[in-house]
């Protein structure tokens, strides 16, 4: 059948008229062939002869470009094209096929640019790449071909790459990285928004081609293309399909649907989805990350429930393959903020960094809980302090974190000998270290940390008594200077605690708070000597 047409599709270009034979199949067979494309059936069984005959029936349409097939009225090239070739009610396999027979005729290009075809195809390639495996036969032969439609080159911007290889995930992330640089090149308000609908145009219902991968948890491959896919648009795209007045745009939907599917499903969520997950994360994060979190509510949801829902999870597995294994692996919420670990660090970057060491705090920090659970947390903090260049992004983080930390090693005190869980005090003590290292060289540091230090004194001594004032020792290497503001509030928490208690001077206590000052130069000797004197009139009264 195939041949046939072709074969009357070159007679018809010698002759002015449609010949008889022509003119036959297309009112005797055309109709008939079409009607097998609705059925679901056939076209699920045969769509490769299907394709391979509607195609050749459109091509053969072309000879009455811009007119209709004679004797068929509404039968031309563009409605079979539109009608076939880039509807989502095609099945992918149809249209990728169907695709690969049109794009090649240079004729068939001409009408397509002149009808603003482009758009719809690229929308069709996108959606078949969803759908089909990336080994189906034909997507790289559309890959290229949609590669050298006008409208493609001018979103690539003459990039390197895009069709070369057999494989056409590189040339869908490009496509995607590419959405993304051109929407930022836009200056004009009015081209923002015509792209933004464009854009949209080319993606069309994304959660509906791949909802039966993820409630399916497969194909492995187009389950992981899917997530892969999902990150690239919400990392390059976010501007482009979020939009804080529609509740239903295509952002909010990649989120809850790939990076939350956790607290959505009561069933456990399978280890390739899992992958897929700890795979792509990042790219969650750092779409979430460059929305306007400081004043979006949503968006400042959920990035907390992206950390709630993972940060103490990989952080823990991640800890362990570091153990076990030299090769290094990724961490998502370490990817986000490395922006901030640079030594010129955006405010934007600077302002997320802060905002998720509030959540930490807030979230993972809180004392009790397994040791376990707080050794990743503080492998998280240490890995992320050592890795920042800029003091001034530790001493800004310093006084969210500065009480928590202390309050770990002061829980490590509180411990009898040989049962204090391992490596949280390392880890605390290195953590301090780096925070109080950063504020010495900042302007009036001391000044914002001192509340925070007489806080977590009045708070800690009526509990733990003169642990408090060991665990200010270690602090006090660090920044001594610091500490001796302390001086005045820890004498009077003391005698604050000592006239609670009603039984004097309780010298267990006050050798604790010495024990502090004498780690502090010549105040604390000074205030041991004071001390001393009282005590001795005291006893002599």
Request: hydrophobic content about 40%; aromatic content about 8%.
């Amino acid at each position: 059948m195939q041949t046939t047409l072709t074969s009357l599709g070159q007679s018809t270009r010698r002759k002015t008229e449609t010949s008889d034979p022509a003119s036959g199949v297309w009112k005797h067979v055309f109709g008939h062939v079409k009607g097998l494309v609705y059925d679901g059936q056939c076209i699920q069984s045969v769509p490769s002869p299907l394709a391979d005959t509607l195609a050749a029936f459109t091509l053969s349409a072309l000879e009455r470009y811009p007119g209709e097939v004679q004797g068929l009225s509404g039968v031309s090239f563009t409605s079979l094209f539109q009608e076939l070739g880039v509807q989502d009610e095609m099945t992918a396999s149809f249209c990728c096929r169907f695709l690969c027979h049109i794009l090649p005729s240079s004729e068939a290009l001409t009408a397509i640019e002149a009808e603003h075809l482009e758009g719809q195809i690229i929308h069709a390639w996108f959606r078949c790449l969803l759908q089909l495996p990336l080994s189906h036969e034909g997507l790289a032969e559309l890959t290229r071909a949609v590669g050298k439609l006008p409208e493609m080159k001018v979103i690539l911007r003459n990039q390197t790459g895009f069709g070369t290889g057999e494989s056409s995930e590189t040339s869908l992330q490009l496509f995607i990285v590419s959405l993304g640089r051109h929407h930022s090149s836009l200056t004009k308000f009015d081209e923002s928004i015509q792209f933004r609908e464009k854009v949209q145009k080319y993606l069309g219902d994304v959660m509906k081609y791949v909802d039966q991968v993820l409630k399916n948890g497969g194909p492995s491959d187009l389950l992981r293309l899917a997530y892969h896919v999902a990150g690239l648009l919400t990392k390059h795209c976010y501007k482009m399909i979020y939009s804080k007045t529609q509740p239903r745009c295509l952002f909010p939907r990649l989120v809850d649907q790939f990076a939350l599917p956790l607290p959505n499903s009561k069933k456990p969520v399978a280890p390739l989805v899992m992958q897929c997950i700890k795979a792509n994360l990042h790219q969650f994060l750092q779409g979430l990350a460059s929305l306007d979190f400081k004043r979006d509510e949503f968006i400042r949801r959920k990035i907390k429930q992206v950390f709630t829902t993972y940060f103490r999870l990989f952080n823990q597995m991640l800890q362990t393959a570091s153990q076990t294994s030299n090769i290094p692996t990724k961490n998502p919420f370490m990817v986000v903020l490395k922006g901030s670990c640079l030594s010129s660090p955006t405010p934007e970057s600077s302002e997320f960094r802060q905002f998720t060491i509030e959540i930490i705090r807030e979230s993972f920090l809180h004392l009790p809980q397994p040791p376990a659970n707080l050794t990743a947390t503080l492998y998280f903090l240490e890995q992320l302090f050592r890795k920042t260049l800029a003091p001034s992004e530790t001493a800004r983080n310093t006084p969210v974190l500065l009480t928590a930390i202390t309050g770990c090693l002061l829980a490590c005190n509180q411990f009898s000998p040989g049962s204090e869980p391992p490596e949280i005090r390392r880890q605390a003590t290195n953590i301090l270290q780096m925070l109080l290292g950063a504020c010495r060289t900042e302007i009036n540091s001391r000044d914002v940390l001192l509340p925070h230090l007489r806080d977590f004194l009045y708070s800690n001594i009526p509990r733990a008594q003169g642990l408090v004032f060991k665990t200010f020792e270690t602090l006090a290497t660090f920044d001594p200077d610091l500490l001796t503001g302390l001086i005045p509030a820890g004498k009077q928490a003391m005698i604050q605690l000592e006239q609670k208690r009603g039984v004097g001077n309780d010298m267990q206590l006050r050798s604790s708070f010495k024990s502090f000052l004498s780690k502090l130069g010549h105040s604390g000797e000074v205030t041991i000597a004071a001390l001393d004197e009282e005590e001795n009139m005291a006893r002599q009264l």
